[in-house]
């Protein structure tokens, strides 16, 4: 809901606040004070066209700023967050700036956002009616999602189930589509794994093989340098018994050591210590000379494994370039590629299944459209007699609405149905759409029919009417007045109107007053109090504030009208 509009430097406006309140708010003014401009500034505000013509002569740029109550969840907020702007304590401020030369600048919750912005906020927010402001419900989408509300509980739950009906269909053809516009890709994929797996299985490799053979080969390629080396380091520490002459060694040594500090350790506790650390050297160095002569032992050149090593290798490594770096990634790779292969073997028993599926889905989606446009075509005609009724309490008299409601062929998100609204203007007139078939001040009268009929399906919080009286006068005008005092018990309504059948059943009465200078002519916006009502309808009705008949009549239209929303 709009709590304050202010309005800055546009056309006549130089600075006026808009004081907004829940329910039926009017605005008047003499003819070229500026009423005009005020529709205009909430045009501005919602993402309308800018217009540098209308900054006032003098001005660098014309400001609109909004003040809106909306509720911290919902498609706006989480609209306006998206932009990175924020909420009040769920107040909402918009801004509009257009400079003299047609720069253009919004920004939405204290961020600077697109005008588009604004336009996209407007569809939740507000519906602006008047000849040159782009209609809400002129749009079919609109007026197919206004009807269905319209239509109650029986459209909604059918809605609801084909809704479902129609998401799953939309997923299962997708996926039947992907698998069969895919099928050779599928194939070729299907034959470049069983290829693979048939080779990694013939060659069976293991985990770990490959560092294995790689080990192997190396000691089976050095086999003869390793165990000279071994016998020598074997003959250092422990001699070598097959020697014609004894020869120092290591174990020869160590144990002469021994002996020297076994005679006397008892005499120095820190000789005792080096003498035990001799007897640990002594069996590590007899273990190790036992390991050297045994591994002397071992090792011998064997040309047949090495060659066996080295071609079991050049097999693993043939293996290695196209499926992996390792023995261990070769085999993870077989084990993806066999689960994927079982999935594209499985993939023909997976059509079959989604085609019989999705043959169901669209029998389903059938009978469920068939419904939709059967509640539709019910709603469609009592909503097109209730507003024509309405329209014949609004001077149009001879004027018929009817909502068409045509099937195309193709399934969509609501159903197979185009909805539209057409208006007859006169019984040998054609039913056209509702902006070919009716003038602008018609169009207004046609639109406030429609939301008074609707109200309560279109969940717009605030409606905005220009012009809605154009036209018409006496009986019709009170009928107007009052069908908007109807609308306002469930939205906000915010009329610009001259007629004072119209303004008596306001809630709120708003006075556009101009004051000239003789050099400025300057607009300001002032909220009137029941004798101020009094004064503004006389003056609206007889062209004098203070004639005795005008404010006497005033006063009627002020009791008429209280009387009715008693």
Excluded at 43 to 60: E, H, K, M, T, Y
Excluded at 164 to 189: D, I, K
Excluded at 407 to 412: D, H, K, L, M
Excluded at 471 to 476: E, F, I, P
Aim: hydrophobic share 45%; no cysteine; aromatic share 4%.
């Amino acid at each position: 809901m709009l709590e304050e509009v202010r309005i800055q430097g546009l056309g006549v406006i130089d600075d006026a606040v808009l004081e907004l309140s829940p329910g039926f708010t009017v605005v008047t003014g003499e003819t070229g004070a500026g009423k005009t401009m005020v529709v205009t500034g909430l045009g501005l505000l919602f993402g309308g066209r800018a217009d540098p013509q209308r900054v006032r002569p003098g001005a660098d740029r014309a400001v609109v700023e909004g003040r809106l109550s909306v509720p911290r969840e919902g498609r706006v907020a989480e609209r306006v967050a998206e932009a990175g702007g924020e909420l009040d304590d769920d107040v909402l401020i918009l801004t509009r700036t257009v400079s003299a030369e047609g720069r253009s600048r919004a920004t939405s919750g204290g961020r600077s956002a697109p005008v588009s912005l604004l336009a996209y906020l407007a569809d939740d927010l507000v519906a602006v009616h008047g000849q040159s402001d782009q209609q809400r419900l002129l749009r079919q989408e609109r007026q197919r999602a206004a009807l269905d509300r319209y239509a109650g509980e029986r459209l909604t739950k059918t809605a609801n189930a084909y809704g479902a009906a129609y998401r799953r269909h939309r997923e299962v053809a997708e996926a039947l589509g992907e698998l069969t516009t895919r099928a050779r890709e599928r194939a070729q994929e299907a034959d470049v794994l069983r290829f693979g797996l048939e080779e990694i299985t013939a060659a069976e490799p293991r985990p770990g093989e490959d560092a294995e053979l790689l080990a192997e080969e190396t000691r089976l390629g050095h086999a003869d340098a390793l165990r000279v080396a071994a016998t020598t380091a074997h003959e250092a520490l422990a001699g070598d018994p097959a020697a014609s002459e004894v020869q120092a060694d290591v174990a020869g040594l160590l144990a002469a050591a021994r002996q020297a500090l076994t005679a006397v350790r008892e005499h120095d506790a820190d000789l005792a210590a080096v003498a035990d650390r001799l007897d640990e050297a002594s069996y590590v160095l007899s273990d190790a000379a036992t390991e050297l002569a045994s591994y002397a032992e071992s090792v011998e050149a064997d040309p047949a494994r090495l060659a066996a090593v080295q071609e079991r290798r050049s097999l693993l490594g043939q293996l290695s370039r196209k499926y992996g770096e390792t023995a261990d990634e070769v085999l993870a790779w077989a084990e993806q590629a066999a689960k994927r292969l079982g999935e594209l073997e499985g993939d023909d028993d997976r059509i079959d299944a989604l085609r019989a599926e999705e043959e169901e889905l669209r029998g389903s989606l059938t009978l469920l459209a068939d419904e939709l446009t059967e509640i539709r075509g019910d709603a469609a005609e009592r909503f097109g007699s209730a507003v024509t009724e309405e329209l014949t309490a609004l001077a149009m008299p001879h004027a018929r609405v009817t909502v068409r409601v045509s099937t195309g062929g193709e399934f969509g998100p609501h159903g197979r149905d185009d909805i539209e609204l057409l208006l007859a203007p006169h019984p040998s007139a054609p039913p056209l759409p509702l902006h070919k078939g009716a003038s602008g001040g018609e169009l207004s009268r046609v639109m406030l029919a429609i939301e008074v009929v609707f109200a309560g399906a279109d969940p717009v919080p605030t409606f905005v009417f220009d012009e809605v009286d154009a036209g018409v006068g006496g009986k019709a005008a009170v009928e107007i007045g009052r069908r908007l005092a109807r609308l306002a018990r469930r939205a906000q309504v915010i009329v610009v109107t001259h007629l004072p059948q119209v303004a008596a059943f306001a809630d709120a009465h708003l006075v556009v007053e101009k004051s000239n200078d003789g050099m400025v002519t300057a607009s300001g916006v002032t909220r009137l109090d029941r004798t101020g009502r009094v004064r503004e309808l006389s003056r609206m009705l007889a062209g004098l504030e203070d004639s005795e008949l005008g404010r006497a009549h005033a006063e009627e239209l002020l009791m008429i009208a209280a009387a009715d929303r008693d």
